[in-house]
């Protein structure tokens, strides 16, 4: 099944039932919903698709669990410590890495356990930092693990298969490379304000640099002291920079055709532009959301527990307090789905999850929030694949489980 800018087209024969139910026709979606799609050109000749609410907005769709894997108190392969990756195989099987104890577990479609690779340690098939998963060619995952070197390469069933000498710097708490039609990886890569994006080829030669986006910052000199999103303080001869909270980072995706989706830091509208390579910056998406304020009392409550941590380190200056926003950044997170349709998580008042969903040229075609009990863990993008989604989500513990839903139309009150 596909969302497509003005209709909706049945993929599978398997899905038309549902289709039929939970995406009738995207043209006739957005009617009964009461959101209007305008489409300009920019003067840099690039184009702009302006999608605008109605005043009472809501969801259309809700996401229904229907399968959970994970165990608050087992000591079998469902009992997850930390994931750091989740990738979805043909057929609906599915794979996480547990980067606690360094392992790759394959879990069927109806959550039962299949295999578990990988451990920590330094030999073939073994992983000393591994941090997330990717999808590569002929259904096998490639696992990064730049503590030890190396891309790992498995076939979910029979294991380790081979692994590819890499360097390519500190990659993060969790990984944010991609896999590029099957063919490329590409992997974001900073330092200081030089940004660009490394391609590799599938044997981990480097083969390209891009810049990461339409704008790319200056390449000038990194200066700590004037970053607009962090606050610093000279400390004991040196220097510490904290990030300011409610700052609108940059958020930005790498689609799996290399085109980069990304707002621009700073900047807390619902403004998304997409950027190739071959052809530059091609599309701008905004979407006319209401902000959504920051309660008084939390904005209060994180200044104020910065100012102990800087009483209890024994310094007598404060920050610019007036830095810290009052409204949150429109957009929180960009993924895509199978489909080629752009999901972007953006703020509700309720403080529940909810993902605006576009076709490739930015029509809004609805939006899906969360159902009760989901708990996003959000370093960790979904995976969406026709109306099925599988994602990671944490209990009042946080311990951490697998969760698969369906898409059903919303029958919750506005958000």
Request: hydrophobic letters at 35%; aromatic letters at 14%.
């Given at each position: 099944m596909k969302w497509h800018g003005t209709c909706c087209i049945r993929m599978r024969s398997t899905l038309i039932g549902m289709a039929s139910v939970v995406l009738i026709g995207c043209n006739d979606t957005a009617s009964r919903s009461g959101w209007t799609t305008v489409r300009d050109t920019l003067p840099s000749g690039r184009a702009r698709v302006t999608n605008i609410p109605p005043a009472n907005v809501s969801p259309t769709w809700t996401l229904v669990e229907e399968l959970r894997v994970g165990s608050v108190d087992g000591d079998g392969p469902d009992g997850f410590a930390y994931l750091k990756g989740l990738v979805v195989l043909d057929g609906g099987a599915f794979a996480v890495l547990d980067s606690q104890v360094q392992e790759l577990r394959v879990f069927g479609p109806d959550g039962s356990h299949l295999a578990t690779h990988g451990g920590r340690g330094q030999g073939p098939g073994e992983f000393m930092d591994a941090n997330g998963l990717m999808l590569g060619p002929n259904g096998r995952i490639w696992v990064p693990d730049e503590r030890n070197g190396r891309m790992s390469v498995f076939d979910p069933e029979a294991g380790y298969i081979e692994s590819f000498p890499f360097d390519g710097g500190y990659s993060g708490w969790v990984w944010n490379g991609a896999m590029v039609d099957g063919s490329?990886?590409?992997?974001?890569?900073?330092?200081?304000?030089?940004?660009?994006?490394?391609?590799?080829?599938?044997?981990?030669?480097r083969i390209d640099s891009l810049p990461p986006s339409a704008d790319p910052p200056e390449d000038e000199e990194y200066d700590p002291a004037s970053q607009p999103g962090t606050f610093y303080l000279e400390r004991d001869g040196g220097y510490m920079v904290y990030g300011i909270p409610f700052f609108a980072a940059e958020v930005r995706h790498i689609d799996a055709r290399g085109a980069v989706w990304s707002t621009r830091a700073g900047d807390p509208e619902y403004r998304i532009t997409r950027w190739q390579a071959e052809s530059g910056a091609t599309l701008m998406v905004e979407t006319r959301r209401p902000p959504v304020p920051v309660p008084a009392v939390e904005r209060d409550s994180v200044i104020d527990g910065m100012r102990e941590m800087l009483s209890s380190m024994g310094v007598g200056g404060q920050f610019d307090w007036s830095r810290v926003p009052n409204i949150r950044p429109a957009v929180e997170a960009i993924f895509q789905s199978a489909e080629g349709n752009l999901w972007v998580r953006t703020p509700s008042r309720d403080n529940g999850v909810?993902?605006?969903?576009?076709?490739?040229?930015?029509?809004?075609?609805?939006?899906?929030?969360?159902?009760?009990?989901?708990?996003l863990f959000g370093p960790v993008v979904p995976v969406v694949r026709g109306e099925l989604v599988w994602l990671i989500v944490t209990d009042e513990l946080d311990v951490s489980y697998v969760v698969r839903g369906r898409i059903t139309p919303a029958d919750r009150p506005p958000s």
């Open positions: 490329r990886i590409y992997r974001p890569w900073s330092g200081g304000n030089r940004e660009q994006i490394r391609v590799y080829d599938l044997t981990m030669t909810l993902f605006d969903v576009y076709s490739g040229d930015g029509a809004w075609l609805g939006t899906v929030s969360l159902g009760p009990g989901l708990n």
